[in-house]
């Protein structure tokens, strides 16, 4: 049977009976952030710029390669950024400050990945107002990045970076739960920056999409890396073998074209975002080679997984992507 999911991005007459609901939702989501806008509802504003990575859909986008690329590029500019997140997947009440040690149970996988690859500072927490104080009042940083919350509204934001799928875009186009939208695509019109997930190009309902070579990136494998033995190899001497390819991401497809568009056979294995891998979920896969993302990396390194191979990916900024990001986000962070 299809999940909701993959009815939202195909044509199914399933998503016309949710529509009532769906008018609904995205009337409230209009009203709420109208009462933000007129400070009906408080925002609050942290002591530093605070930039918000998001999505106006449900699912993965690939925003995580994103920030963490972003973080990379500010350390290189002379910044001290700092990320907060909802953790979501994780079980922390409160606020926590992600360290290397903890289980992605507790804190999240995201999170936890976006430290171990950035070493900054990163806090998660339900009420993202809360997670920055944190982040700020115990470390020092000069700019706070947002794991996701662009509709956390009462967590003010100096700018914002919506992050679209060149591929799935925004589906068929309908807000939750006839479709995958959080917001209606008008919002895109308000947001600072636009940033592509791969290649695309035209138009969707009345908004300028951009191409990639206007504002994008590409997530590029740079390096596999042993599950536990930190062991790196090139993915070229995985080649002739049969691989069995794990993804428990927004989006497991893209991941197994990019294996096979670098020359693998590659035996699928989706399974839900943030799954929770156990030992069983690999208990008839004797001897195989696997590659998983890093993001189910972080869940899968207390199994016992001999031939086990982590796909490092580095997003990778167009020309134009790095001109908007240094003529106008650098600027903000100067002031």
Same mark, same amino acid.
Request: hydrophobic letters at 40%; one cysteine or more.
């Given at each position: ?7 939202w991005?195909e ?21 709420r ?11 609050y ?6 930039? /918000? ?16 690329? $972003? ?38 996988? @995201? ?8 070493? !900054? ?22 700019? /706070?990045?947002?794991?996701?919350? $662009? ?8 700018? @914002? ?14 807000c $939750? ?17 636009? !940033? ?8 969707h309902?009345?908004?300028r999409?951009?191409?990639?070579d ?108 790095e ?8 600027? $903000?962070?100067?002031?």
């Amino acid at each position: 049977m299809k999940s909701l999911e993959q009815h939202w991005y195909e044509s199914s007459f399933v998503c016309w009976f949710l529509l009532p609901l769906s008018w609904l939702y995205c009337a409230v989501a209009v009203v709420r952030r109208r009462l933000y806008q007129l400070n009906i509802k408080k925002s609050y504003t942290a002591r530093v710029p605070v930039i /918000v990575i998001g999505n106006i859909v449900v699912g993965g986008s690939g925003k995580t390669p994103l920030l963490i690329s $972003l973080c990379e590029y500010l350390i290189d500019k002379g910044f001290k950024p700092g990320v907060v997140s909802r953790g979501y997947g994780g079980s922390v009440t409160g606020v926590r400050q992600v360290e290397d040690s903890d289980p992605a149970k507790l804190v999240g996988d @995201e999170p936890l990945l976006i430290h171990q690859r950035t070493h !900054v500072p990163v806090v998660v927490g339900r009420d993202r107002v809360a997670a920055v104080d944190y982040l700020t009042t115990n470390n020092q940083c000069d700019v /706070v990045l947002s794991d996701d919350g $662009l509709q956390h509204y009462r967590m003010k934001r100096s700018f @914002e970076i919506v992050v679209i799928d060149a591929v799935r875009k925004f589906g068929n186009g309908f807000c $939750l739960p006839a479709g995958p939208l959080r917001e209606r695509v008008s919002r895109l019109k308000e947001v600072d920056m636009i !940033v592509y997930n791969g290649r695309h190009n035209g138009m969707h309902n009345g908004v300028r999409e951009k191409s990639d070579d206007e504002c994008a990136y590409s997530l590029e494998i740079d390096r596999l890396v042993h599950l536990t033995s930190e062991k790196t190899v090139s993915l070229q001497s995985l080649q002739g073998k049969a691989i069995h390819a794990v993804a428990g991401i927004g989006n497991p497809s893209r991941f197994f074209k990019q294996l096979r568009d670098n020359g693998l056979t590659v035996i699928e294995h989706a399974f839900p975002d943030h799954h929770d891998y156990t030992q069983k979920d690999f208990a008839d896969w004797d001897a195989a080679c696997i590659a998983m993302t890093e993001k189910d990396a972080v869940k899968c390194r207390q199994l016992t997984l001999a031939d086990a191979w982590v796909v490092c990916v580095t997003a990778k900024f167009s020309e134009s992507l790095e001109s908007q990001v240094s003529a106008n986000l650098l600027p $903000l962070l100067k002031r």
